[in-house]
């Protein structure tokens, strides 16, 4: 019969969510009491086995179970593991950014009827703009729309000076990928994304690098993966042909901006504000700064007993938390 590690390992199989490693084990219990001359036995737990697998390849795709997002073993560490309940309606979007992220969404619902027609749905993407235009938070949304586990990738655990090192743990970002669905976001990307032939890189990055566009274009995961970077000038021209879609971020339009406060500013009276000096205070300024500004202004209103915001003081709060844009 299953000694106590197969007993041991079906159990963690299933508490862990993983079909295919409990079929597995399943496998050498039948194997296991084939040696041992119980062979009527043997051939039921096959006969199972092969019903399981059958049952588990006719399912859809997306409704297969998702394993535990918290990362273990040799992957502990090398992410932040989070369920996101963000939308995309909790975004301030321009239209056309909105739709082609909206496709995404309409292509990774439809996996199985591309995947039978011999397409793929849009899962590598590349996000570039300046710092506080959203990128981070449409990883959230996409996570949140598609109830998939939010991964980020910890560049500071990830890079390490031992040469080869960074590499062997790229792979195992990349494997987890196949075993744990996902949306994985590279943030600040261009730690390892940057050109290949600029006079300040070394070596080992290089190797990252060239390893990371490996296994890009190898990767055939049901993952999405989300690089981010506010620095594309940067970025290796090879990178961008092996994303299915590159997607610019901008700082918000004046009127991508009055939907931006008059959301953060829901619970409160806004009738008398002055938005000719409210939006020309937020010139160039970012989606996160713009918000922050409005909290800013709340805590205001909150204190002193008030449900009414008053433009002069959102407009000092817009000015405190200004800062200089950098694109490159």
Same mark, same amino acid.
Request: aromatic share 6%.
């Given at each position: 019969?299953?000694?106590?590690? *197969?007993?041991?390992?079906?159990?963690?199989?299933?508490?862990?969510?993983?079909?295919?490693?409990? %079929?597995?084990?399943?496998?050498?219990?039948?194997?296991?009491?084939?040696?041992?001359?119980?062979?009527?036995?043997?051939?039921?737990?096959?006969?199972?086995?092969?019903?399981?697998?059958?049952? /588990?390849?006719? /399912?859809?795709?997306?409704?297969?179970?998702?394993?535990?997002?918290?990362?273990?073993?040799?992957?502990?560490?090398?992410?932040?593991?989070?369920?996101?309940?963000?939308?995309?309606?909790?975004?301030?979007?321009?239209?056309?950014?909105? *739709?082609?992220?909206?496709?995404?969404?309409?292509?990774?619902?439809?996996?199985?009827?591309?995947?039978?027609?011999?397409?793929?749905?849009?899962?590598?993407?590349?996000?570039?703009?300046?710092?506080?235009?959203?990128? $981070?938070?449409?990883? $959230? &949304? @996409?996570?949140? #729309?598609?109830?998939?586990?939010? %991964?980020? !990738?910890?560049?500071?655990?990830?890079?390490?000076?031992?040469?080869?090192?960074?590499?062997?743990?790229?792979?195992?970002?990349?494997?987890?990928?196949?075993?744990?669905?996902?949306?994985?976001?590279?943030? #600040?990307?261009?730690?390892?994304?940057?050109?290949?032939?600029?006079? *300040?890189?070394?070596?080992?990055?290089?190797?990252?690098?060239?390893?990371?566009?490996?296994?890009?274009?190898?990767?055939?995961?049901?993952?999405?993966?989300?690089?981010?970077?506010?620095?594309?000038?940067? @970025?290796?021209?090879?990178?961008?042909?092996?994303?299915?879609?590159? %997607?610019?971020?901008?700082?918000?339009?004046?009127?991508?901006?009055?939907? @931006?406060?008059?959301?953060?500013?829901?619970?409160?009276?806004?009738?008398?504000?002055?938005?000719?000096?409210? %939006?020309?205070?937020?010139?160039?300024?970012?989606?996160?700064?713009? !918000?922050?500004?409005?909290?800013?202004? &709340?805590?205001?209103? !909150?204190?002193?007993?008030?449900?009414?915001?008053?433009?002069?003081?959102?407009?000092?709060?817009?000015? *405190?938390?200004?800062?200089?844009?950098?694109?490159?």
């Amino acid at each position: 019969m299953a000694t106590a590690q *197969q007993l041991k390992a079906l159990i963690e199989s299933y508490t862990e969510h993983d079909p295919e490693r409990f %079929l597995s084990v399943a496998s050498q219990i039948a194997a296991h009491a084939a040696r041992a001359g119980k062979i009527k036995l043997s051939d039921e737990l096959c006969k199972l086995i092969e019903e399981a697998r059958k049952k /588990q390849n006719k /399912q859809p795709l997306l409704s297969r179970s998702i394993p535990i997002a918290q990362p273990s073993g040799d992957l502990s560490g090398l992410f932040s593991a989070s369920f996101p309940k963000t939308r995309l309606s909790d975004m301030v979007l321009d239209s056309e950014l909105k *739709q082609r992220l909206e496709r995404v969404i309409f292509e990774y619902r439809q996996v199985d009827r591309l995947h039978s027609h011999g397409l793929s749905p849009r899962r590598k993407l590349l996000l570039v703009g300046p710092s506080g235009c959203g990128k $981070s938070m449409t990883a $959230s &949304a @996409l996570a949140g #729309e598609l109830e998939l586990p939010l %991964l980020t !990738v910890q560049f500071h655990i990830l890079i390490t000076k031992f040469m080869g090192e960074t590499a062997a743990k790229l792979r195992l970002i990349f494997e987890s990928m196949k075993q744990s669905r996902g949306i994985y976001l590279f943030d #600040e990307f261009d730690a390892i994304g940057a050109h290949r032939h600029t006079g *300040q890189d070394v070596g080992e990055i290089r190797r990252v690098l060239n390893s990371f566009l490996v296994f890009l274009e190898q990767d055939d995961s049901m993952s999405i993966i989300i690089a981010a970077t506010n620095l594309e000038d940067f @970025l290796d021209n090879a990178l961008f042909r092996r994303f299915d879609d590159t %997607l610019r971020y901008n700082i918000p339009t004046p009127s991508m901006t009055r939907q @931006l406060i008059e959301n953060r500013f829901s619970n409160f009276s806004i009738v008398r504000l002055n938005w000719n000096l409210i %939006l020309e205070s937020t010139k160039d300024m970012t989606h996160a700064d713009i !918000v922050k500004a409005c909290e800013d202004a &709340a805590k205001e209103a !909150v204190l002193d007993e008030r449900k009414k915001i008053i433009s002069t003081e959102l407009k000092q709060a817009l000015t *405190q938390r200004r800062r200089p844009i950098i694109n490159s």
